[in-house]
């Protein structure tokens, strides 16, 4: 019923930046609230930003707060996620969500998942 697409990953140094975009079609009509988690190997899957369709309000991890700015176009129905300042510890596969509830950051609450995208950042 929906589908989203990851792009823009790939491999950086520290200090780079990336822009990571999810395109989503389908029954988008239906979505409050889209957002970006990753999972790095032998860890569980984390909240890393979130946005509103209505209104654009946001939310971040504090991990990545002052980092990262995650906005959207509604009218291309998609959302970047732009990576500044980028660490080692943001190598992870990230994935874009859809949700139909009101949260940001409760993962089981997201009804769609993306294929993931890697980042990479090198020291």
């Known amino acids: 019923q929906v589908q989203l697409v990851e792009s823009g990953g790939g491999l950086v140094q520290a200090g780079g930046s990336l822009r990571l975009s999810c395109a989503a079609s389908?029954?988008?009509?239906?979505?409050?609230?889209m957002g970006w988690f990753r999972q790095a190997p032998g860890k569980e899957r984390e909240f890393v930003a979130g946005?509103?369709?209505?209104?654009?309000?946001?939310y971040y991890a504090d991990s990545v707060k002052g980092r990262f700015t995650i906005s959207g176009d509604n009218a291309k129905n998609t959302v970047y996620l732009q990576m500044n300042s980028l660490k080692p510890e943001d190598t992870a596969v990230y994935y874009c969500?859809?949700?139909?509830?009101?949260?940001?950051?409760?993962?089981?609450?997201?009804?769609?998942w993306g294929q993931g995208t890697q980042v990479t950042v090198s020291s």
């Open positions: 389908g029954r988008t009509f239906s979505l409050n609230v």
């Open positions: 969500a859809a949700s139909s509830q009101i949260g940001f950051n409760i993962k089981r609450e997201y009804d769609y």
């Open positions: 946005i509103r369709w209505s209104g654009g309000r946001t």
